[in-house]
């Protein structure tokens, strides 16, 4: 059964830094970009970053440039954003999702396979 967990949410001071988790298992992680997305209450669910399958390719929106950075280990099943200067705006619940398209995408409909979600809040 194809299965994503994110973690390594929490609370965090305005400056601050956090790394989120994302364990894929159930499935051969090699062959999916993954992306991050984000949702805050009463929001859109927004595209945060992606990575190819190879992860030599790398898409953010552009609130986070420069400040978040995406990551995979394939032989770890995992898939990391490691977010820093991290911002009162980018409090939001954060999902790791698995697309069967074979590019990356900001569109939570093109993926398939979602996480259940890890917190991020950020306080002022």
């Known amino acids: 059964q194809l299965q994503l967990v994110e973690s390594g949410g929490g609370l965090v001071q305005r400056g601050g830094s956090l790394r989120l988790s994302c364990a894929a298992s159930?499935?051969?992680?090699?062959?999916?970009?993954i992306g991050w997305f984000r949702q805050a209450p009463g929001k859109e669910r927004e595209g945060v970053s992606c990575?190819?399958?190879?992860?030599?390719?790398?898409t953010y929106v552009d609130s986070v440039k420069g400040r978040f950075t995406i990551s995979r280990d394939n032989a770890r099943r995992t898939i990391y954003l490691q977010m820093n200067s991290l911002k009162p705006e980018d409090t939001a619940v954060y999902y790791c999702?698995?697309?069967?398209?074979?590019?990356?995408?900001?569109?939570?409909?093109?993926?398939?396979?979602w996480g259940q979600g890890t917190q991020v809040t950020v306080s002022s």
């Open positions: 990575i190819s399958s190879s992860g030599g390719s790398t």
């Open positions: 159930g499935f051969t992680l090699d062959y999916y970009p």
């Open positions: 999702a698995a697309t069967t398209y074979s590019f990356c995408s900001g569109q939570p409909s093109f993926f398939d396979y």
